[in-house]
């Protein structure tokens, strides 16, 4: 065994980098059929989630195979390599099989036990197999993950540690001020998508109580499918299908939306969300307008005599008034009062933001704007909790649940009043406090157990081709001496010949029986491999043959996984 893992996850790279690595479904495809066609590597698999991107393989050459990985990972993602180098990770062989049975059972999840990870991990095999780029070592390795993420979450309360993204979202959207239950009671949802973590989305809302759920796809017939399972999922919930046309309406009808798409680029955008929020004011609690703060005098200040365009500073102002917003070459930025406007040289009037502006002249706009554009690299990492504090303390009109990466949601939206944006980024950063379970350390034994396990059952399977040439050479020279024996006392009858061929049977199977069952207990055992050569070179076996019963074995292997899907399916 020689398994190899490249990857990166939000344990390694910060959520930028994966949104801009995400694989879509096509370039899964395209990345499994050039691992295959690379020279180190035999079988493959990819798994690919929101936050991990994973590149399994089997290779015959350590180093050659993590930089034709490495490689790879970086074509197919659209990131340069050099700029991806620094997030990977690479874990070889046991390393590897530890990673992956840790990742089944939710230990390297964002949220510590959520169980979502095992289908993510089933899905990653059923690829592999209907491409046949997975083998018997690919095989093997992600079936028996699913039986131990199975295992660590009927063993143990690892559920308790953690939950799905889903549950954990909702959560946050709440930020901790009532139960989700009593939060979502009579609310109307909009979901986007009708995958898996989508239609995970729904029947948890439908759970929770949300009164009405509308389901948008790009594909109708699925989103009609899932609103008819919510319908009949007993919980009272009306459930409808839309157009994504539609999506604009819904959103001024909607309280809290759940997106998760496998979308490339934005699905709501922050003026899709602002000019929805801004359709239904009656939802929204009165805030009292402050009258508009004169500006400096007028002459030096005129845009004429700073050189100004009149017309593009008209259109700044008259979008300060209609929304609070400055847009700048195609950026919107909403202007909020607070620490969001730390170091900002133009002196904000408090109030609502809508007309916060309004009397601030063209060169305060311009000097805002360059302090704007000067921040805008760390208000994408540090200003959201601010900007969210100040949200979380006024009431929310439009929730909104980001589960998709790359983000399905404009990331600008948390900056509108009256919206609560809780995407992927802020889940990790709210899990990286959440205390851990005590039965965290009961899956860990249960993962070190069975990474043993796995290791010894590959080492022992890799020398059973071995052992069954080493047999099968046996017992043609077993039929060559019964056939010799009969040349020379052509007059036994059939009784005797049975009983001779028995006997001379029984006399080479008591002599290989030891050595066989000792050579595979040997190379179970770490560093046991070199026992199977060994042992070829002992009884001078064709390696032709063992290679043939190894094709064999994998065949009846690959065969007895189909049957065993097919049996489960009907």
């Known amino acids: 065994m020689s398994l190899l893992v490249v990857g990166l996850s939000h344990r390694s790279a910060p959520v930028s980098v994966l949104e801009r690595a995400s694989l879509s479904a096509d370039a ?8 295959l066609a690379a020279e180190p590597a035999t079988e493959a698999a990819v798994l690919a989630t929101c936050n991990r991107i994973e590149l399994y393989a089997d290779v015959d050459k350590f180093h050659a195979g993590v930089a034709e990985l490495s490689t790879l990972l970086a074509q197919h993602s659209g990131v340069a390599l050099e700029e991806l180098t620094p997030y990977l990770y690479v874990h070889y062989e046991d390393r590897a099989v530890h990673h992956l049975f840790s990742v089944a059972c939710g230990l390297d999840s964002m949220v510590i036990g959520e169980g979502q990870i095992l289908g993510q991990i089933k899905d990653a095999l059923a690829l592999g197999q209907e ?68 239609s995970l989305a729904a029947a948890t809302l439908a759970r929770v109580g949300v009164a009405e759920i509308a389901v948008a796809n790009r594909t109708a017939e699925r989103a009609e499918r899932l609103a008819e399972i919510l319908v009949a999922s007993g919980t009272g919930v009306t459930a409808r299908a839309v157009a ?30 602002a000019q929805a929020v801004s359709a239904a004011p009656a939802q929204l609690a009165p805030a009292a307008d402050p009258a508009p703060q004169p500006g400096p005098s007028a002459g030096t200040g005129t845009p004429q005599a700073l050189g100004l365009d009149p017309e593009v500073v008209a259109r700044l102002v008259a979008a300060a008034r209609a929304g609070g917003r400055l847009v700048d070459a195609g950026a919107t930025r909403v202007i909020t009062a607070g620490a969001d ?8 009037p408090a109030g609502d ?18 302090w704007a554009d000067q921040g805008e690299a760390a208000a994408q990492r540090q200003p959201r909790r601010s900007a969210r ?85 046996a017992a043609e020279v077993v039929a060559m001496e019964v056939a010799r024996l009969d040349g020379r006392l052509p007059d036994l009858d059939d009784r005797q010949r049975a009983e001779v061929t028995q006997t001379v049977r029984r006399v080479v199977d008591k002599l290989l029986h030891a050595p066989t069952v000792r050579v595979k207990q040997l190379a179970s055992e770490p560093g046991g491999a070199g026992y199977a050569e060994a042992l070829r070179e002992l009884f001078d076996l064709d390696p032709q043959t063992v290679a043939s019963v190894s094709r064999a074995d994998a065949d009846t292997a690959g065969q007895a996984e189909q049957n065993h899907d097919s049996g489960r399916a009907s």
């Open 131 to 198: 491409l046949h780029t997975a083998g018997r070592l690919i095989n093997d390795l992600f079936q028996q993950a699913l039986r131990v993420g199975k295992r660590a979450h009927s063993e143990t309360g690892i559920d308790r540690a953690g939950q799905s993204l889903v549950t954990f979202g909702l959560e946050q959207l709440t930020a901790g001020r009532e139960p989700v239950d009593a939060w979502a009671a009579g609310k109307r949802a909009l979901v986007i998508g009708a995958g898996s973590m989508s």
């Open 244 to 273: 994504m046309a539609s999506v604009a309406d819904e959103l001024t009808r909607a309280d809290v939306v759940v997106s998760c798409t496998g979308a490339t680029g934005l699905v709501l955008t922050a003026e899709d969300v």
């Open 389 to 473: 504090s100040q949200v979380d303390a006024a009431p929310v009109r439009l929730a909104l649940l980001d589960l998709a990466m790359p983000r399905d949601i404009d990331a600008a939206v948390h900056r509108i009043p009256g919206v609560r944006l809780v995407d992927i980024e802020s889940l990790a950063e709210a899990s990286a406090d959440a205390p851990m379970a005590a039965d965290v350390d009961a899956v860990r034994a249960i993962v070190a157990e069975e990474v043993a396990a796995f290791g010894a059952a590959q080492r022992a399977a890799h020398i059973t081709p071995t052992v069954v040439a080493l047999r099968a050479m």
């Open 28 to 35: 899964k495809v395209k990345l499994l059929h050039d691992t």
């Open 353 to 370: 933001g809508r007309s916060a502006l309004t009397g601030v002249d063209a060169n305060s706009l311009e000097l805002h704007g360059t």
């Open 341 to 348: 406007r730390d170091g900002c040289p133009v002196e904000v």
